[in-house]
């Protein structure tokens, strides 16, 4: 049986039962004087000013902070919070026309029901296997349930995906996975990045010839290995607010030569061996 001594369990209780107390990045409106303009107009009525989008970083920082005092909650019965749902129809047209044409404006304010606020935490953008523009995420929410009085923060994850239009940098793909705060503590290797690397790569591929010092910088953790191939590799992880470690990106440095991004798939290709 798996046992954890008392100075185990007490990092655990830190890295895993402690919520966020970064800052919010999403800060970039913070009056009704933006919002004013959009008052009577509806989705498609809406063209957002072309100094928003003018680069990556700024579309995803100031759509999130469109987002900020969004609310799509059940009836709280304590009249306005924050924006109300103003704040949709704009945002919505941060995405791409394709994405638009796959995600209807209906289906899209659909998927934030329950939340009544959000704050960005955690950006960082890192390459992209096609060279495209990608970005790792995560927000804490004020959230609501139906039937219940009392809101909770809960806190989400994600990738996004963009490219450039004729009117500027727009999101072209974005998905959101909610993060669960008791399986991490008590259950599972892969929550963790150094044991995900030891087992996928070491025990599972036969891959590993030794493992360097883990790298960390604020939230992101980068995992070196020397592989049994003789080549350098990279495993990159975002460490969310749960603790757990997501992989985001592999490199891989054969010689002299330059790192270049991999999709190895540990899962697939060596765990029956």
């Given amino acids: 049986m798996f046992r954890l001594n008392q100075k185990d369990i007490e990092a655990y209780h830190q890295r895993y039962f402690r919520p966020s107390c970064l800052r919010a ?15 009577d107009k509806i989705h498609d009525q809406i063209k957002v000013p072309p100094q928003l989008t003018l680069t ?14 969004a609310e799509n909650m059940y009836d709280r019965g304590c009249g306005t919070i924050g924006q ?9 047209n941060f ?27 955690k950006l960082c953008r890192f390459p992209d296997r096609k060279r495209g523009i990608r970005f790792f995420y995560e927000i804490e929410t004020i959230e609501g349930a139906e039937g219940k009085k ?8 994600g990738f996004i ?13 974005m998905n959101r996975i909610e993060e669960d705060f008791l399986c991490a503590p008590y259950h599972g290797w892969n929550h963790d990045g150094e044991t995900v690397v030891d087992v996928k790569y070491g025990h599972w591929c036969h891959l590993i010839e030794h493992i360097y010092p883990t790298i960390r910088n604020e939230y992101i953790k980068s995992i070196y290995f020397h592989g049994k191939d003789g080549a350098d590799y990279c495993i990159i992880f975002a460490l969310l607010t749960n603790g757990t470690d ?28």
């Fill in 246 to 273: 997501i992989e985001i990106a592999q490199f891989r440095k054969a010689g002299n030569e330059e790192w270049k991004q991999v999709h190895m798939m540990p899962e697939e290709d060596c765990a029956g061996e």
């Fill in 84 to 92: 109300a749902k103003l704040p949709f129809p704009i945002a919505y």
């Fill in 56 to 69: 990556p970083e700024d579309t995803v920082l100031n759509y999130f902070s469109i987002l900020r005092e």
């Fill in 95 to 121: 995405l791409s026309q394709e994405y638009q044409n796959k995600l209807s404006y209906k289906e899209y304010v659909h998927l934030f029901s329950g939340i009544g606020h959000t704050s960005l935490i």
């Fill in 150 to 157: 009392a809101e909770y923060f809960g806190y989400s994850y």
């Fill in 25 to 39: 990045l999403n800060l970039r409106f913070s009056t009704w004087d933006f919002f004013a303009s959009f008052y």
């Fill in 161 to 173: 995906s963009l490219l450039k239009e004729q009117e500027g940098f727009r999101i072209s793909e």
